[in-house]
């Protein structure tokens, strides 16, 4: 049995935005109340010694009642957030919001079918509870993973030259809720922490790293070229989405700890045919109705 990986992000930081509302869906006939939607989290805190100013999407999500039918405190709590807190966006000032902490998120990969049929992936932080900071104020988003390595490479630009500075890519696949995985790209840019990584972790091995959460955005002025006279400059936003590892463990987990290889691979090939299936169900919804005409990817080891 494939075990669920310790997975636990931290967040501490100023409301941002609120963006949640109530809900229902239908389910063996009755409706089912919900509360969910997103949060943003504006962070500042240092990666690699250079500060950041981060602002995290927090998405949550509850039923109102719990399978005993008793009222679900993830609900409470996220109508809390809904009613009672206050944003950045609402009262116009970082001073007037909130500080808010999130101990025990986690992270998990958002992944559907794009427009051109293709599979879009992405991270997504989701989160059942949040709270007030009383106290001591300590902004930071970082985490603790447990993962099996699937592959380690040096990234390289559009071109296929090697970035410089380097940055490591680390392809990991994590066991979540319902021996189900997820595969999560890790990156890493300290020369030191590059260097552990490539020393001493292998691919098909489990280990645990820890790091912080780089969703940031900033701009860039780019020269595009014409057929004549002078080049048009363009500000580009470049939103980045990115786990960073700033420490782990270098020996693999211990056999009683780590992932069954041949679990891995089950649950890899029973994610595959979930992500077949969408493809499938995406081309159907496309195709059109019968009418008279008028004038690599495989995540697998």
Not at 38 to 64: A, C, D, G, H, R
Not at 129 to 140: C, D, H, L, Q
Request: with cysteine; proline share 5%.
């Amino acid at each position: 049995m494939l075990r669920q990986a310790e997975n636990k992000v931290k967040i501490e930081g100023i409301l941002s935005e609120i963006d949640l509302k109530y809900g229902s869906f239908v389910k063996d006939g009755a409706p089912v109340e919900t509360v969910g939607g997103s949060i943003k989290i504006l962070v500042e805190q240092e990666i690699n010694k250079v500060p950041t100013t981060l602002e995290v999407p927090v998405y949550m999500f509850s039923t109102k009642y719990t399978k005993a039918g008793k009222l679900n405190p993830s609900y409470e709590s996220i109508e809390t957030i809904m009613k009672d807190f206050i944003s950045i966006a609402a009262c116009g000032s970082k001073e007037g919001a909130d500080k808010v902490r999130i101990t025990n998120a986690q992270i998990r990969m958002n992944e559907f079918i794009g427009q051109n049929g293709t599979m879009v992936s992405s991270p997504r932080i989701h989160a059942s509870f949040a709270s007030r900071v009383i106290g001591t104020f300590k902004p930071e988003a970082t985490f603790t993973l447990e993962f099996m390595v699937s592959e380690i490479s040096r990234m390289v630009d559009a071109q296929g030259v090697e970035l410089d500075p380097p940055k490591l890519n680390i392809v990991t696949i994590v066991p979540q809720y319902g021996e189900k995985v997820d595969v999560v790209p890790l990156h890493a840019t300290n020369p030191n922490v590059i260097s552990a990584i490539e020393n001493y972790w292998e691919s098909g091995n489990c280990y645990r790293a820890s790091g912080r959460l780089n969703f940031s955005s900033s701009t860039q002025t780019v020269l595009e070229e014409v057929d004549f006279g002078e080049p048009i400059e363009k500000v580009k936003t470049i939103n980045v989405s990115e786990f960073l590892v700033t420490g782990g463990a270098q020996a693999p987990l211990d056999d009683e700890f780590a992932f069954s290889v041949d679990d891995i691979r089950k649950a890899m090939a029973e994610r595959k045919e979930r992500l077949e299936a969408m493809k499938t169900n995406n081309v159907s919804k496309k195709a059109p109705a019968q009418t008279t005409k008028k004038g690599k990817m495989d995540l697998g080891f």
